[in-house]
């Protein structure tokens, strides 16, 4: 059974930053796909990006191109979320998934919500001054 954890969260100000980590365990699959979501308070889940583990392509959501980076390293079956210029919009719980498939991202968006097969537990990340 896979298991995913995610860690990093915490208290910010804003404009920090804050490095998130997706750690999988147990049964693993040689391609697949990780996605980033959030869920603000009273609000629904939502997307932030996606990687690929077939040619690492990664797709982010409007809301945080250039300050948001996603990084893997697949020795470690780990996928990493960088994120900077934190806002308090950026508030919530940030989870990890993951989907057993070979897209690229290149080509094709992030698998929806209900797409994915595996989640973490969620980190909570606060940005508030």
């Known amino acids: 059974q896979l298991q995913l954890v995610e860690s990093g969260g915490g208290l910010v100000q804003p404009g920090g930053s804050l490095n998130l980590t997706c750690a999988a365990s147990?049964?693993?699959?040689?391609?697949?796909?990780v996605g980033w979501f959030r869920q603000a308070p009273g609000k629904e889940r939502e997307g932030v990006a996606c990687?690929?583990?077939?040619?690492?392509?990664?797709r982010y959501e409007d809301s945080v191109k250039g300050r948001f980076t996603v990084s893997r390293d697949r020795n470690k079956n780990t996928v990493y979320l960088q994120m900077t210029s934190l806002k308090p919009e950026d508030t919530g719980v940030y989870y990890c998934?993951?989907?057993?498939?070979?897209?690229?991202?290149?080509?094709?968006?992030?698998?929806?919500?209900?797409?994915?097969?595996?989640w973490g537990q969620g980190t909570q990340v606060t940005v508030s001054s």
């Open positions: 147990g049964v693993t699959r040689d391609y697949y796909a």
């Open positions: 998934a993951r989907i057993a498939t070979d897209l690229s991202f290149l080509i094709y968006p992030c698998p929806r919500e209900f797409e994915y097969d595996y």
């Open positions: 990687i690929s583990s077939n040619d690492g392509s990664i």
